[in-house]
């Protein structure tokens, strides 16, 4: 494979995965929270939830809906890397990127249209993110590839598109104008390819206005170019990923911004501006890192990638090979995601436990820890589960590495 080639493959992997994919849980010193007010607020919270009398709460989740399948109609099957959102409708997009579309369904999961296609012209994709809503309803997509933003209505006519500079990786368009995401940029480097990766609030020039979280990520190119080292090369992309903390941000409905990196158990809260106004804390024991977790890692993220990766043309000793040389860190990181429900509930996904569970932490809307809930609500990595529309949505993966996209019923209950 020509070293331009592979450079390709591990920008995209950097840029796309690097990047960026009922029971309570009791334990240690019932105390109650923290709370230091200054110019910004902490919510220092016991690894026990400390709610008020009566408040302590869970969240059961009772799936109402299933779109995808595993073969048949093309408009029900999905490729391997694929990404959920909902309008204020509930309709649901989802963003087949293998296949370079979004397909659009119903609430009654009826399929109405495809958003776009493969190609570099307007309203084409050669790269594609989630879409998203401005505050016209109108949808907008992010292609790292073309770097821009492409704008379609609701009936998936597209509109127009705005130039980005660079990478900007998982973009949002923020409520008061600007934009919060993740931006790459390439470094000079003697020893193979290095990036510093800016998460942060940029202006509507993507100048950058406040920065969240700023760090180096390397990648070496390949000791070699036998299929031992290519084997490694993979390898070390995914491991790269495998349980490693990611930092991450959303926007609430009404604009409100959340950043967390996962290295501590903390989530800082900005205004729809880019100002800090809160860090939400909670003490916490490390979860290690299990052989079932390794396997469902493998048959989720790494197998997907691996085929995306080397064109469908890899022999099943090749995979073997790469899925041996990922390295995996002893512990999870300190969580895996987090979703604002409408009632500005924070819930954070704990512990995704090899697709047997979830587990999740609630936060109520002042950042006090209220309650800690098992559920089967799939969140993969919690990049795909969130709420809207008083409901909970997901993306689920089976056994098999099929993709669904699910819709579920929320009841809050008092435990």
């Not at 709420?387 to 089976?398: L, W």
Request: charge should be neutral; proline fraction near 6%; aromatic fraction near 12%.
């Amino acid at each position: 494979m020509p070293i331009r080639r592979i450079a390709q493959i591990c920008v995209s992997s950097l840029a796309l995965l690097l990047l960026g994919l009922g029971q309570a849980f009791l334990g240690g010193l019932a105390v109650p929270p923290n709370i230091q007010k200054a110019d910004v607020e902490v919510i220092s919270n016991p690894k026990t939830p400390v709610p008020p009398v009566g408040k302590r709460k869970r969240l059961v989740f009772k799936e109402e809906l299933s779109i995808g399948q595993k073969e048949g109609d093309e408009n029900y099957t999905f490729g391997s890397n694929v990404a959920l959102n909902t309008d204020e409708e509930g309709n649901f997009y989802v963003t087949d990127w293998d296949r370079k579309r979004i397909l659009k369904y119903d609430p009654a999961g009826k399929y109405l249209l495809t958003i776009g296609r493969q190609g570099q012209g307007p309203g084409e994709f050669q790269n594609l993110s989630v879409a998203r809503f401005d505050k016209e309803g109108n949808i907008y997509v992010t292609d790292l590839v073309s770097r821009r933003i492409s704008f379609f209505n609701q009936r998936g006519n597209y509109l127009r598109q705005i130039p980005v500079p660079e990478v900007f990786e998982d973009l949002y368009i923020g409520t008061k104008g600007g934009y919060v995401s993740s931006r790459t940029i390439p470094l000079e480097s003697d020893t193979g390819m290095s990036f510093k990766i800016i998460d942060g609030f940029f202006n509507d020039k993507f100048e950058l206005m406040t920065d969240f979280n700023t760090r180096i990520a390397t990648a070496k190119p390949p000791s070699g170019r036998d299929s031992t080292a290519m084997s490694k090369f993979t390898a070390g992309i995914l491991s790269g990923i495998a349980f490693r903390p990611t930092p991450m941000h959303l926007l609430s409905a009404d604009g409100t911004i959340y950043f967390g990196y996962p290295e501590d158990y903390s989530i800082a809260v900005f205004s729809p501006e880019g100002r800090k106004m809160k860090t939400i804390r909670r003490d916490y024991d490390p979860i290690k890192l299990k052989d079932r977790d390794k396997e469902y890692f493998a048959v989720t993220t790494a197998k997907p990638f691996v085929t995306r990766t080397g064109g469908g043309r890899r022999s099943e000793n090749e995979i073997r090979d790469i899925l041996k040389f990922i390295e995996y860190p002893a512990n999870k990181p300190a969580y895996q995601g987090f979703a604002v429900m409408e009632n500005g509930w924070l819930v954070v996904l704990v512990e995704l436990a090899a697709g047997e569970y979830s587990l999740f932490d609630i936060f109520d809307e002042n950042g006090r820890y209220i309650g800690q809930f098992k559920a089967d609500l799939p969140a993969e990595y919690g990049r795909s589960f969130f709420f809207k529309n008083g409901k909970a949505y997901a993306m689920e993966t089976d056994e098999e590495g099929y993709k669904f996209a699910k819709r579920y019923s929320i009841k809050a209950e008092d435990y």
